[in-house]
């Protein structure tokens, strides 16, 4: 099983946010920064078999916390009911 780890410890805004997520998952450079582009990424680039273990949350600005925490980890959720072989934990 592939483990991604996921840290959010560094990013203060929700462009960092978007590039952290590139970075992390190799998206192409006409990544879009959005929720339908994160959609559609993840399912083509997020290896099968995988842990995304996902920290940093708390420390992100109240904005961008409550970002996460309400839409990107929908996606997750989304992505998880979609492929139960692609798991993912929040661990901070």
Do not use: R
């Not at 099983?1 to 998952?25: A, G, P, R, V």
């Not at 109240?62 to 492929?83: A, I, P, R, S």
């Amino acid at each position: 099983m592939n483990t991604i780890i996921l840290d959010f410890t560094d990013c203060k805004s929700y462009l960092q946010i978007h590039m952290k997520l590139k970075e992390t998952f190799g998206f192409p450079d006409f990544y879009g920064c959005n929720l339908d582009a994160l959609w559609d990424n993840l399912k083509e680039y997020c290896p099968p078999l995988s842990i995304i273990l996902i920290s940093g949350i708390n420390s992100l600005p109240k904005e961008e916390k409550e970002y996460v925490t309400t839409c990107v980890l929908k996606v997750f959720k989304d992505l998880n009911k979609k492929n139960p072989d692609i798991i993912f934990e929040v661990i901070s």
